[in-house]
């Protein structure tokens, strides 16, 4: 036991570190742990590390999927959900059976059957690399949106695909009419639950007396019971997630009223989401040596090879799929017209983001090692978990390090008519300040001539509204003026962090009471949170 906690400690450890390294030589972290994790698997005596398909389901796919969905806008997912489908079902049926044949055709002793597993396996790309690469990038609004729903539901589907192809190879016969109207009601009724588990949730964080504590580890439960309720009825799981963590995300705002509660879940959703992303990416490196070891009649450079040639496929497939649904639907629809041309970037840069990552792997591990009850070994099956861990492999390091580039020799704008943060941010705060100026003037006039507070509280309120007014004007700017602003924030953090130097400074020479000045910490934490977005 304390063996093995002393391992994982150790794990943990290093993963930060290499976190840091990779912040610090500005290389995406899932691509370098994925190639951290494959060196450090090869020095000696490190200990070879077996993952369990079923922990990997169960106990990160559940909340990276809620955590994704919480930070999805519902309204930008709506608007773009043609390209959305297109990507998250067409695609994937697409790959998947495009996958099938070619593998059934060059590959000595791959079926159909065999071939459709390998489809479902390696047909979603990961979200959290995609997002973590284009992060800082000045991707379009509308490109991430596609990119981060498209994850969202294209891991339903290909998991459904995966589980019919599993289930034709282990029984020996597929109707294809029965399986897309199983993929429906199992879709269809994931859905369903996730529905009515976020319904149950959203009473308990209404209505019954939580503490903010008590939200933030309700909040953690939730994805899980979400996911084991609709598996037990043998339904998307998926789907359930991803389906109540959009709900509960929408309606947060009547759940979670009070600031601490916010903040709260803001800093545990973090944490945890962050260590179980960079453990994902060097686990799928150290994974390899167990991988090759499981071979088996095939060698490694055969299985370079067939995972090279299905990388390519994949690759490609991506490309022929992507530009042809983001323009043949405008030629039809007079609403997809509406929108501005996506011309040909924004196409290569959702082409070429297509990395696959812990799905893929976690999918190709959980292939049974048996047939039947007889103990028939089920056919290819290391053969199919080391092709999908060189897909990820290539897909996620080259393609992952050469998006950047991509993105900046193709010099990549904004395509839609987006409000700047800036703009966004000034109007809302303006709104706010008039709509409590409003309340102040009409409810409790008789008070502002009495209470010196709430007279000073008014003025402020007025100041403020001067100074939103004319700081929306100097948004109306050019090129110039909009450095002037990056300077102006750049100016704002150096004031902040030396204000935070000073409340250490008070709280070592006790000026005031540790409560006081944590609480004015807080209050510089969220100034500096409206400069920087939570993922400074």
């Avoid at 509660?261 to 990416?281: D, K, P, Q, S």
């Avoid at 088996?296 to 090879?305: F, L, T």
């Avoid at 008039?434 to 009409?442: D, F, G, I, R, Y």
Wanted: net charge negative; proline share 4%.
């Amino acid at each position: 036991m304390h063996h093995s906690l002393l391992l994982i400690l150790g794990l943990l450890f290093s993963v930060f570190l290499l976190v840091m390294l990779a912040q610090r030589i500005r290389i995406a972290y899932p691509i370098f742990l994925v190639i951290a994790g494959l060196g450090i698997s090869f020095l000696p005596g490190v200990p070879h590390i077996s993952l369990n398909p079923d922990l990997i389901f169960l106990i990160f796919l559940p909340p990276l999927l809620y955590e994704a969905a919480w930070y999805t806008s519902w309204t930008d997912f709506w608007k773009w959900k043609r390209p959305i489908a297109l990507l998250a079902f067409g695609l994937v049926f697409f790959t998947s059976t495009i996958v099938a044949y070619f593998t059934s055709s060059f590959i000595p002793g791959f079926t159909l059957a065999l071939g459709f597993l390998l489809g479902g396996i390696v047909s979603p790309p990961d979200a959290v690399a995609a997002a973590t690469v284009l992060k800082g990038m000045g991707v379009p609004k509308r490109l991430m949106t596609i990119l981060e729903g498209e994850s969202l539901v294209n891991d339903a589907s290909s998991l459904i695909v995966f589980k019919f192809a599993l289930l034709a190879v282990i029984t020996g016969t597929f109707s294809m009419q029965e399986a897309t109207g199983q993929f429906f009601w199992v879709a269809g009724m994931g859905i369903v639950v996730g529905l009515i588990g976020a319904h149950i949730m959203y009473v308990i964080h209404r209505f019954l007396p939580t503490t903010p504590a008590i939200d933030a580890a309700l909040t953690v439960m939730t994805p899980y019971i979400l996911f084991l309720a609709a598996e037990q009825f043998h339904f998307s799981g998926v789907m359930a997630v991803v389906t109540g963590g959009l709900f509960i995300s929408w309606r947060s705002h009547e759940i979670f009223q009070t600031g601490s509660t916010r903040l709260n879940m803001l800093g545990v959703w973090t944490t945890l989401i962050f260590v179980m992303n960079a453990l994902v990416f060097v686990l799928i490196g150290l994974e390899l040596p167990e991988i090759v070891a499981a071979l088996g009649n095939y060698s490694v450079w055969q299985g370079v090879k067939y995972g090279a040639i299905v990388s390519l496929i994949v690759i490609l497939l991506r490309f022929l799929w992507v530009f042809p649904s983001a323009h043949i639907p405008r030629w039809f629809s007079a609403k997809a017209r509406q929108d501005p041309s996506p011309g040909w970037k924004g196409p290569v840069v959702i082409s070429w983001a297509g990395m696959r990552g812990v799905v893929s792997l976690a999918t190709a591990l959980s292939i049974p090692l048996y047939l039947d009850d007889k103990g028939t070994l089920f056919p290819e099956r290391n053969l199919i978990i080391f092709i999908t861990f060189v897909v990820i492999f290539i897909t996620l390091v080259f393609q992952g390090l050469t998006l950047p580039f991509i993105i900046k020799l193709i010099k990549l704008k904004e395509i839609d008519n987006v409000v700047p943060e800036e703009e966004q941010q000034t109007g809302i705060q303006l709104i706010l300040d008039n709509t409590a100026l409003k309340l102040v003037n009409e409810k409790y006039s008789s008070e502002i001539n009495e209470n010196e507070l709430i007279t000073f509280y008014k003025s402020n309120l007025e100041s403020d509204i001067i100074l939103a007014n004319k700081r929306l004007d100097s948004l109306e700017c050019d090129e110039t003026e909009h450095q002037e602003i990056e300077r102006y924030h750049h100016v704002l953090l150096d004031i902040y962090s030396i204000q935070r130097k000073e409340l250490f400074r008070m709280r070592k020479e006790k000026l005031f009471s540790d409560e006081e000045i944590r609480k004015a910490e807080l209050q510089l934490d969220l100034n500096e949170l409206k400069i920087t977005g939570a993922g400074h």
